[in-house]
């Protein structure tokens, strides 16, 4: 269950998991989720209250086999484990994409506390999010398991020339574009950037940088294929973000700059995959901008080794093997 999948119809997971010893059935969403926005509301946790009740009340078609719940983001899981800890339940649940803007203390750190007891295995997509969680929670590192974050492979274009040249920035959540503006105000490249309204609240723009939004995935994948460069700035590096942007231009064979933060020094090798710059350094990010905008050979170079590193270790049909693994370990607690 994942709070953006409005039908019946299996995600990635069971699609790419061919193993006839595991069978999926998907409790559909019916209310929208905003992962722009940096904190759940009250209404936004009565969505997905509600949700956990229908998957908890939900008659499995075999209920004779042994089951559990696969859910995606923290909010789910955290519901169906106070449902089990306060019924007394031993149903497994798998918190997959556990991933968190940022950690939080008083009376809803100690609920998450109290719930999250009940879960039995946490996928997290960067290594340091073990420590960071497995902290917070009070919980056993082995509890907690990394998985690559995924996405689905496209195909390379076609090669084309490019006269209009310009730099690309992408998402919305923890995006530093203000810090952004900054580093390209000297040097003047066209720059588009694409996010929700939220992200550029505040952010001033010169005349050589537009903002775009609302624009939907396939819009976004062609400029991702058109662009000369990607960056991705973030703000805070106590948890990870961006990863869904950078990985999903990366396998379009495109040089990528992005903050060196948890969640990117998993997926991108310094100068071999891409660019990483440290957080709040405009010197930094301005200086690697134009190494990539002034070098043909070196944005070849590393878009090549990027494309190749997503295919290798983080498609869909690469981690599924460490899913299905980690699916059999849940079975077996």
Not at 117 to 127: G, L, N, P, Q
Not at 162 to 180: E, I, K, M, P, Q
Request: net charge neutral; hydrophobic share 40%.
């Amino acid at each position: 269950m994942t709070p953006f999948s409005p039908s019946t119809t299996t995600g990635w997971i069971p699609s790419y998991i061919s193993d006839p010893s595991l069978t999926f059935e998907v409790i559909p969403s019916d209310y929208d989720h905003d992962r722009s926005r940096r904190l759940s509301g009250l209404r936004e946790w009565i969505d997905y209250a509600r949700h956990a009740v229908r998957a908890w009340f939900k008659t499995p078609s075999k209920p004779d086999e042994q089951f559990g719940y696969l859910t995606s983001f923290p909010q789910l899981p955290i519901c169906l484990a106070l449902i089990k800890r306060l019924t007394f339940s031993k149903v497994p649940i798998v918190a997959w994409c556990f991933n968190l803007g940022s950690t939080y203390d008083g009376a809803k750190g100690v609920l998450a506390r109290f719930a999250s007891r009940a879960i039995d295995i946490f996928v997290v997509h960067s290594t340091a999010e073990i420590d960071i969680y497995s902290k917070w929670l009070r919980l056993p590192r082995d509890k907690f398991i990394y998985v690559p974050l995924s996405v689905e492979m496209k195909a390379l274009p076609p090669v084309t020339a490019n006269a209009d040249r310009f730099v690309l920035a992408l998402g919305t959540a923890n995006r530093d574009y203000d810090g952004l503006v900054k580093a390209l105000t000297p040097l003047g490249y066209r720059t588009i950037i694409v996010s929700g309204p939220k992200a550029m609240e505040d952010v001033q723009l010169p005349p050589f940088i537009e903002h775009r939004s609302g624009l939907p995935l396939e819009e976004c994948h062609k400029l991702s294929r058109a662009a000369d460069l990607i960056v991705i700035p973030l703000k805070e590096v106590e948890a990870a973000s961006g990863q869904v942007s950078f990985l999903e231009t990366m396998m379009f064979g495109r040089p990528v700059v992005v903050t060196r933060a948890p969640g990117t020094v998993d997926y991108i090798e310094d100068g071999e995959t891409g660019l990483l710059v440290e957080p709040g350094d405009i010197e930094g990010l301005r200086s690697a901008i134009a190494k990539l905008w002034n070098d043909e050979d070196l944005r070849l170079r590393l878009g090549s080794a990027a494309r190749t590193s997503v295919e290798n270790s983080a498609t869909f049909r690469a981690v599924a093997p460490k899913m299905c693994q980690v699916l059999h370990t849940f079975a077996a607690r």
